[in-house]
């Protein structure tokens, strides 16, 4: 018991009769300037990516089969992007970057002939590219 309190006076005398200090950081005068350069740098997103709609074209085990789905797909709508994600044991092909349901339903009803298991997966998605006419 003695103990407990000899330990408890210690802790409680440390406290109460510590010794304040200072803290003087000495370092070189081009770091701060380097550190607002830095700052000011900001890159651009390389890739923004935004919540959105792929349509899952297909999916197989083999590769090739999904490679020949790709290419019909391409050969139709060559100017939108195919994905193939692999996820043990299968490999899945989807197509497109549609900012809203509504422009993934246009264009799964227009391959539901060649793409009868097709269907809508909400998923991030690359922001759509721009066609500039020249």
């Given amino acids: 018991m003695k103990l407990i309190v000899v330990f408890l006076f210690a802790c409680v005398s440390y406290y109460a009769f510590g010794q304040n200090g200072e803290v003087e950081i000495i370092k070189d005068p081009r770091l701060e300037s380097l550190v607002a350069k830095q700052g000011e740098i900001t890159p651009p997103a390389i890739n923004p990516q935004i919540e959105g709609y792929r349509i899952q074209l297909f999916f197989d085990s083999d590769r090739t089969q999904l490679n020949d789905a790709r ?38 009803s227009e391959i539901e002939n060649q793409f009868p298991t097709s269907f809508i997966v909400k998923e991030t998605i690359n922001l759509p590219r721009l066609d500039k006419e020249l």
Wanted: aromatic share 22%; charged share 30%.
């Fill in 71 to 108: 290419a019909r797909f391409f050969s139709r709508y060559p100017k939108i992007d195919t994905y193939t994600t692999y996820n043990a044991p299968n490999f899945f092909l989807r197509a497109g970057d549609f900012r809203t349901r509504l422009e993934a339903e246009k264009v799964k």
